[in-house]
């Protein structure tokens, strides 16, 4: 079974720039989170869609933070623009949906982004 | 709000020294609660749950009891291997929004 899949895996920009990052998760899971971890932190979750409908976003900066799902599948995260403190490595994860509290969520290998 | 306050880290142990990375959480309701792990050069991966209090989660040698008394999650191994060395975080899901909570992380260092 693939696992779920990001890209970039790396990417630099300077301040005001914008960024997507893409995130294709695990086939048939329903829920689909975006982590921010930033250095020598845990991940903090920003957005939890269940198919393409938004269950959380209250620790999404949305005046420069969006994201999407489309067609409850593939999702995109970006950042417009973006900030020095922005620097941090963007978690894809993705579980079944049958129990939301205590489904595993499978990680994405993450795209580590340098603003500067 | 709900938090997870994990033990501040590096843990550095010699091969087959007992483990215990201490966790404990503040939430209403009835969270769910797991141990991640982030081997180096790997991404994160769910070590073990458990979904009530004492449940115990067990996976690998390692494991965990949920006890709501003391609101503790503590992570256990009776012999770690030089291979246990890694990132482990501790986490919970609670009932009200679904929100997953990550405490900031232990990191284990594992001599021979």
């Known amino acids: 079974e693939a696992g779920v899949a990001q890209s970039p895996r790396y990417k630099i920009i300077e301040k005001r720039q914008s960024v997507a990052f893409w995130c294709n998760p695990i086939?048939?899971?329903?829920?689909l989170y975006w982590y921010q971890q930033i250095l020598g932190q845990g991940p903090k979750l920003l957005i939890q869609?269940?198919?393409?409908?938004?269950?959380?976003d209250s620790q999404l900066p949305k005046d420069r933070f969006s994201a999407e799902r489309l067609k409850g599948v593939d999702s995109t995260l970006k950042i417009q623009p973006a900030k020095l403190e922005d620097s941090a490595v963007y978690l894809c994860?993705?579980?079944?949906?049958?129990?939301?509290?205590?489904?595993?969520?499978?990680f994405g290998p993450g795209t580590r982004l340098t603003v500067t | 709000g709900d938090s997870v306050t994990q033990m501040e880290g590096p843990v550095t142990l010699s091969e087959e020294a007992f483990l215990t990375i201490n966790c404990t959480y503040t939430?209403?309701?009835?969270?769910?609660l797991f141990w991640y792990v982030q081997y180096p050069g790997e991404g994160l991966q769910l070590l073990l749950k458990?979904?009530?209090?004492?449940d115990k989660g067990s996976n690998k040698g390692f494991e965990a009891t949920y006890r709501k008394e003391t609101t503790s999650f503590h992570l256990e191994k009776g012999s770690v291997q030089v291979s246990d060395s890694a990132v482990y975080f501790c986490?919970?899901?609670?009932?009200?929004?679904?929100?997953?909570?990550f405490g900031a992380g232990t990191r284990l260092f594992v001599k021979a």
């Open positions: 994860a993705s579980s079944l949906g049958w129990d939301r509290v205590s489904d595993e969520q499978y």
């Open positions: 086939s048939g899971h329903a829920t």
């Open positions: 869609f269940q198919n393409n409908g938004v269950v959380d």
């Open positions: 939430a209403t309701g009835y969270p769910s």
């Open positions: 458990a979904t009530k209090a004492d």
């Open positions: 986490a919970l899901t609670n009932t009200g929004g679904f929100k997953t909570i």
